[in-house]
């Protein structure tokens, strides 16, 4: 029978409400050293439902663990453990970083799910991602070493939390070289193309006004789903980023507080939302009186990029719409963020100072301004230098 140290504790996940009314628990049960290894031994489990069953459940699991039904976490499969991982990890990140996780997850287990914690090794992460560039992938396509990277992150974070939970002596992520970022070099296109681009574009479509938007300001995608007729300042010619639409239909504030920022509006651009706002005016009364309702009308909550009942759309409408057309604008290699950087690019190119340059892009770090202010630059310079080429 396996030795229990101590009467094991409940802790609550739900940090969100009073321990009373939490109902996802952790159940935590030591059972002592291994005297092979040297390391401390936990038995971890989650479980749902009230503090009482929390406590039922943890007798349940000490009997258990004393009748060799459980294994101890240090010899925990790395399988197992991740799941309990992501379990936790729920009620602490939003849900696109946990699904991200997930599929780093997904992909680390083809290489090691069944191996025990332990047993990774840094040789094994090593040759682990050595083989996923060679294509072993949930794909089954050779991975870039900027998405490898980002497996190693989660699997840093991953092992961080088994060591404090006591599954774990070390984390391999610290003793091997981080892969390589090979990410490629985002492009930029020109004035005139950005303006080809906004010429084949209708306002009075929704999806193609946001692109338009996005091409004539610089916000981000979801920053252009979020939009309402609220935060137009026509007086001012004034735009209030203020939210961002995700594609789970959730209407939050931005990540940072750089996020938050007032953007002026030029003539060309207000022009694009009044044709918008007209549009949908009449889309609306056709729809009140097929459907003979009262709604949907206009007010200051109404969504900019929406549908003709009023429902804002998801951002990666936007993204599979370009998908399907970006080879009409003869930009089939570019992806929709590029007009973004497209748009941030330009006013680098017109010597706008970084710092503003940084609040009208809603960068929280000026390194990442700055990446782009040194780069137009130095394109600048080469130009330059073109003219004396002998």
Same mark, same amino acid.
């Given at each position: 029978?396996?030795?229990?140290r101590?009467k094991?504790?409940?802790?609550?996940?739900d940090?969100?409400?009073?321990?009373?009314?939490?109902?996802?628990?952790?159940?935590?049960?030591?059972?002592?050293?291994?005297?092979?290894?040297?390391?401390?031994r936990?038995?971890?489990?989650?479980?749902?439902?009230?503090?009482?069953?929390?406590? *039922? @459940? &943890? #007798?349940?699991?000490?009997?258990?663990?004393?009748?060799?039904?459980?294994? $101890?976490?240090?010899d925990?499969? !790395?399988?197992?453990?991740?799941?309990?991982?992501?379990?936790?990890?729920?009620?602490?990140?939003?849900?696109?970083?946990?699904?991200?996780?997930?599929?780093?997850?997904?992909?680390?287990?083809?290489?090691?799910?069944?191996?025990?914690?332990?047993?990774?090794?840094?040789q094994v992460?090593?040759?682990?991602?050595?083989?996923?560039k060679?294509?072993?992938?949930?794909?089954?396509?050779?991975?870039?070493?900027?998405?490898?990277s980002?497996?190693?992150?989660?699997?840093?974070?991953?092992?961080?939390?088994?060591?404090?939970?006591?599954?774990?002596?070390?984390?391999p992520?610290?003793?091997?070289?981080?892969?390589?970022?090979?990410?490629?070099?985002? *492009? @930029? &296109? #020109?004035?005139?193309?950005?303006?080809?681009?906004?010429?084949?574009?209708? $306002?009075?479509?929704?999806?193609? !006004?946001a692109i338009?938007?996005?091409?004539k300001t610089?916000?981000?995608?979801?920053?252009?789903h979020?939009?309402?007729?609220?935060?137009?300042?026509?007086?001012?010619?004034?735009?209030?980023?203020?939210?961002?639409?995700?594609?789970?239909?959730n209407?939050?504030?931005?990540?940072?507080?750089s996020?938050?920022?007032?953007?002026?509006l030029?003539e060309?651009?207000l022009?694009?939302?009044?044709?918008?706002?007209?549009?949908?005016?009449?889309?609306?009364?056709?729809?009140?009186?097929?459907?003979?309702?009262?709604?949907?009308?206009?007010?200051?909550?109404?969504?900019?990029?929406?549908?003709?009942?009023g429902?804002?759309?998801?951002?990666?409408?936007?993204?599979h719409?370009?998908?399907?057309?970006?080879?009409?604008?003869?930009?089939?290699?570019?992806?929709?963020?590029?007009?973004?950087?497209?748009?941030?690019?330009?006013?680098?190119?017109r010597?706008?100072?970084?710092?503003?340059?940084q609040?009208?892009?809603?960068?929280?770090?000026?390194?990442?301004?700055?990446?782009?202010?040194?780069?137009?630059?130095?394109?600048?310079k080469?130009?330059?230098?073109?003219?004396?080429?002998?």
């Amino acid at each position: 029978m396996a030795r229990v140290r101590g009467k094991g504790s409940v802790v609550a996940l739900d940090k969100s409400v009073p321990r009373n009314k939490c109902r996802k628990w952790q159940l935590r049960v030591s059972v002592g050293r291994d005297l092979a290894t040297g390391e401390y031994r936990t038995v971890l489990k989650s479980v749902s439902g009230t503090q009482s069953q929390a406590n *039922k @459940a &943890l #007798r349940e699991l000490i009997r258990s663990i004393e009748q060799n039904e459980i294994t $101890p976490s240090s010899d925990m499969r !790395f399988d197992e453990y991740v799941g309990h991982w992501l379990e936790l990890r729920k009620d602490t990140v939003a849900m696109g970083t946990w699904l991200k996780n997930y599929d780093h997850i997904k992909c680390a287990k083809m290489h090691f799910g069944k191996a025990r914690l332990s047993e990774i090794t840094p040789q094994v992460l090593e040759k682990a991602y050595k083989d996923m560039k060679a294509g072993k992938s949930t794909s089954g396509n050779p991975l870039s070493g900027t998405y490898i990277s980002d497996i190693n992150k989660t699997l840093h974070v991953v092992f961080k939390q088994a060591i404090k939970e006591g599954c774990l002596a070390s984390n391999p992520c610290e003793f091997i070289t981080a892969p390589s970022i090979d990410t490629k070099e985002k *492009k @930029a &296109l #020109r004035r005139d193309e950005i303006v080809s681009v906004i010429e084949k574009l209708d $306002p009075t479509n929704p999806i193609e !006004f946001a692109i338009r938007l996005m091409a004539k300001t610089g916000i981000r995608r979801g920053e252009a789903h979020g939009l309402s007729v609220g935060d137009i300042d026509r007086n001012e010619m004034i735009l209030h980023i203020r939210h961002t639409f995700d594609n789970f239909g959730n209407l939050k504030e931005p990540k940072t507080q750089s996020g938050f920022r007032d953007l002026p509006l030029t003539e060309s651009a207000l022009a694009d939302i009044d044709i918008r706002l007209a549009f949908m005016k009449k889309a609306f009364r056709e729809t009140r009186e097929r459907l003979n309702a009262s709604a949907p009308t206009i007010d200051q909550d109404t969504p900019l990029v929406c549908n003709d009942l009023g429902e804002r759309l998801l951002p990666r409408e936007s993204s599979h719409w370009w998908g399907d057309h970006r080879d009409n604008f003869d930009l089939s290699e570019w992806t929709l963020h590029e007009l973004r950087h497209s748009y941030i690019t330009e006013l680098a190119r017109r010597k706008v100072d970084p710092k503003v340059l940084q609040k009208i892009a809603g960068h929280m770090n000026i390194s990442t301004t700055m990446d782009i202010y040194t780069h137009v630059d130095l394109k600048d310079k080469r130009d330059a230098l073109k003219v004396v080429d002998w």
